[in-house]
């Protein structure tokens, strides 16, 4: 299966039961628009934790509403964080939505070991972009959360990434671990890491995808640019997914492909017990929207 726009997550999400999400520190005029326009559409149903004064007020100015038994007044962000995180503990929201509140602030609730929801090892950044360049979404990893990460942290943002792909209908993706160049070189860790990588595909030590690394972008998404250098692989020019080596490379990808691409993007956080739209406070009303799609579409 090919997903090729991002409204494929508006219609997948649409699908079966609606979805509550709560958003945590919800005085955000983006936020508050975005899912606004995903309950318009009919599939979520908001809990919304914050300065109920303020999101009234972003309500009125927006020409919005909610129902008042939807809002829960809290102005500390702290407790706002863990007032949604428990929310979820208790069975009673699907996604987790950041609104005007500190990504540090956010995990750290997501995180703690008590009253957390963390599920596996390790929480990863995985975004959608569409663009008018490429014949089907492009995701990116981890352009959001993991700093540097470690050999084996990439094994887990590539099975954090795998297990979203299959959850919207994708039984195979195609996974491009690129860094500066295409060839492996001693002196350059991350091709190792991608041989690596590619390596355990084929030994089936990290199955549901296709892996193929180092590559440099352009082989990962163009195949003239392969063939050009002789690269014969399943996955050149047919990416559906970019493992980036580091927060850096893969920020600055996501960013760019946002603000001189053309792109529109969808973009998660993985990993935890339910999917976590945390977007940056740049992203636009739409990126927002899509973004709550995607999430609804991972519980579908």
Known sequence: MVI????????????????????????????????????????VEPILIGNKKLIIEICLKLNISFSDSNIIDEPNDNIAAKKAVQIIREGNADILVKGLISTSTLLKAVLDKENGIRKGALLSHLAFMESPYYHKLLAIADGGVNIDPTFEEKVSIIENSVEAFHRLGVECPKIAVVGAVETVNPKMEDTIHAAMLTQMNRRKQIKGCLIDGPLAVDNAV???????????????????????????????????????????????????????VLTSRADTEKSKLMSIALAASLKT
């Open 4 to 43: 090729k726009t991002l409204n494929y997550f508006v219609e997948r999400a649409k699908e079966g039961d609606l979805k509550k999400i709560v958003v945590a520190a919800a005085a955000d005029e983006t936020v508050l628009g975005a899912v606004y326009e995903a309950k318009k559409e009919g599939f």
């Open 222 to 276: 163009s195949k003239e640019a392969a063939q050009h250098k002789g690269i014969v692989s399943e996955v050149a020019g047919d990416a559906d997914l970019i493992l980036c080596p580091d927060i850096e490379a893969g920020n600055i990808m996501y960013k760019t492909m946002g603000f001189l691409g053309g792109c529109t993007s969808a973009a998660i956080i993985v990993g935890a017990k339910v999917p976590i």
